[in-house]
C-alpha cells in the first residue's frame, strides 16, 4: 500500500481516538449531572479513544520514518523524535496513556485525566502548518481541536443519553449541551477561520491552490455538521420539551448524522495534511519543498524538523 496513503490512515485513525477520548472527558465534565445513566459509557469510551490516539501515534512515527527511507536503529529514532515534533508526540503519546490509564472512576474531573487531555490535545498546537506559522496559529490550532474534541464527546454522550432518558431529563440535558454548545463552536469556528487567513491568504497571487480547495471542502463540511446542530436545538429540542414521544428517536438520528459529519471532517483534515501544503502552487517551490512541507506538517507523532531540513538540503545538492 501506498507509504502516504498509510500516513494518512494513521492520521484519521489519531484524530479519531483524540477527539473520542479528550472530548469524552471534557463533554463529561461540562455535563456531570444531567447525564444520568448515560454516565458509566463515559469511561470506557475515554479509554478506547486513548488507546487509539496512543496506537495511531506509534504507528504513524513507523510509518513516516519508511516514507523519509530511515532504519530502526538508535541513531536513527533519535533523529526521528528530536525537534518539535519529536516534542509533539512525546505530549501526545504521555496524554493517551494517561488517559487510558485514568479512565476509571466516577469523577469526571479527575485530575490525571484533565492532565492527560490537556498534553493530548496542546500537542497540536507544536506542529503542523499552523505551528509553523507562528506560536498564535498553533494555539489557535490546539484550541480548534479543543473545541471539535468537546463536541464530538459531548454529541456520543448525548447519543446513549437518548437510549436511557426520557422527556423532562433528556430535555434538560440537551438544552444545556446547546448552551455550552453555541460558545464552543463559536470558539472553535473563529480559531479556525483565523488559522485558514493565516495559512492560506486571498489577498496573494495564486492562493486559489490545491490546499485552498481541499480547506474549502473541510469548511463545507464543517459547515454542514453546524446545520445539522441548528436543527436539533431549534427545532428538535423544543419537541423533546413538549414531551413528543417520538423527538428522543429523531435526535438520537440526527445525532448519529451529525457524528458521521464530523467523521468526514476528520478524513478532509487528515487528506489536507498529508497530501497538500500551504506553500504548494508557489513557483520557487520544487517537488521535493512540497513533500517536504507535508512531511514537516505532519500531526504530532512524527520526525523532527532537523532531519527534514537535512534531507532536503541533500536532496537540493
Excluded at 445513566?37 to 469511561?43: D, I
Excluded at 487510558?100 to 497540536?124: C, D, H, K, Q, Y
Amino acid at each position: 500500500m501506498n507509504l502516504e496513503l498509510l500516513a494518512g490512515l494513521a492520521k484519521l485513525s489519531l484524530y479519531a481516538g483524540t477527539l473520542v477520548g479528550a472530548g469524552t472527558t471534557l463533554a463529561w465534565a461540562s455535563l456531570r449531572g444531567d447525564l444520568g445513566p448515560a454516565e458509566q459509557e463515559a469511561p470506557r469510551r475515554i479509554a478506547r479513544g486513548a488507546g487509539i490516539a496512543a496506537s495511531s501515534s506509534a504507528a504513524g512515527l513507523a510509518v513516516l520514518a519508511m516514507r523519509l527511507g530511515i532504519g530502526f536503529d538508535r541513531s536513527s529514532l533519535a533523529a526521528v523524535l528530536s525537534g518539535s515534533i519529536g516534542a509533539a508526540a512525546g505530549a501526545q503519546i504521555l496524554g493517551a496513556t494517561l488517559l487510558f490509564v485514568a479512565a476509571g472512576g466516577t469523577n469526571p474531573r479527575r485530575p490525571l485525566r484533565l492532565i492527560g487531555t490537556a498534553l493530548l490535545l496542546s500537542s497540536f498546537g507544536m506542529t503542523g502548518h499552523s505551528a509553523a506559522a507562528g506560536l498564535v496559529p498553533g494555539c489557535l490550532a490546539a484550541a480548534h481541536v479543543a473545541g471539535a474534541a468537546w463536541w464530538l464527546g459531548g454529541l456520543f454522550l448525548i447519543g446513549s443519553a437518548c437510549s436511557t432518558e426520557t422527556g423532562g431529563a433528556l430535555a434538560g440535558l440537551v438544552r444545556r449541551f446547546s448552551r455550552q454548545a453555541l460558545a464552543v463552536v463559536a470558539a472553535m469556528a473563529g480559531a479556525g477561520i483565523v488559522a485558514a487567513f493565516v495559512l492560506v491568504d486571498p489577498t496573494r497571487e495564486g492562493w486559489w491552490t490545491p490546499y485552498a480547495r481541499a480547506l474549502l471542502v473541510k469548511v463545507a463540511l464543517a459547515g454542514a455538521a453546524v446545520a445539522v446542530a441548528a436543527y436539533n436545538r431549534l427545532r428538535l429540542a423544543p419537541k423533546l420539551s413538549a414531551g413528543e414521544a417520538a423527538s428522543a428517536v429523531a435526535l438520537r438520528r440526527s445525532v448519529t448524522v451529525e457524528i458521521v459529519l464530523i467523521g468526514c471532517v476528520l478524513a478532509a483534515t487528515a487528506w489536507l495534511t498529508t497530501f497538500h501544503s500551504p506553500h504548494e502552487g508557489h513557483s520557487a517551490a520544487t517537488e521535493w519543498a512540497r513533500r517536504g512541507a507535508c512531511l514537516a506538517a505532519e500531526a504530532p507523532a512524527q520526525p523532527g524538523a532537523g532531519l527534514l531540513e537535512a534531507a532536503a538540503s541533500h536532496a537540493r545538492a
